[in-house]
């Protein structure tokens, strides 16, 4: 059995930042890449960013770029998504993923990912 269980999410306003964390427990060894997607009111959920296992390879939505920070811990079992200069549009629920499947550098496809938390919800005021 694997969970992944976000916290972090909140009201914050426009300009702010919050720092989402995903921790990971169960059977966490088989896990690869992890990312974060988010699912804004009346919207298809889109990626956000990625990490791959190693840490070295990140990806991110050009809708994030130079905003948003994925990390993750040394043992690999927390990610992190650092958001900071946020927008009213970055209002959503925030999911963590991973992803059983080995990928040298991580997807953005919702379908590579195979554990799914239960979702935060980040909103931004104007």
């Known amino acids: 059995q694997v969970q992944l269980v976000e916290s972090g999410g909140g009201l914050v306003q426009a300009g702010g930042t919050l720092r989402l964390s995903c921790a990971a427990s169960?059977?966490?060894?088989?896990?690869?890449?992890m990312a974060w997607f988010r699912q804004g009111p009346g919207k298809e959920r889109e990626f956000v960013a990625a990490?791959?296992?190693?840490?070295?390879?990140?990806r991110y939505a050009d809708s994030v770029k130079g905003r948003f920070t994925m990390s993750k811990d040394n043992r690999g079992n927390v990610v992190y998504l650092q958001m900071n200069s946020l927008k009213p549009e970055d209002t959503a629920v925030y999911y963590c993923?991973?992803?059983?499947?080995?990928?040298?550098?991580?997807?953005?496809?919702?379908?590579?990912?195979?554990?799914w938390g239960q979702g935060t919800q980040v909103t931004v005021s104007s």
């Open positions: 169960g059977r966490t060894i088989g896990f690869n890449n």
């Open positions: 990490v791959s296992r190693s840490g070295i390879s990140t």
């Open positions: 993923a991973a992803s059983g499947t080995y990928r040298a550098v991580p997807s953005l496809e919702e379908a590579s990912y195979n554990y």
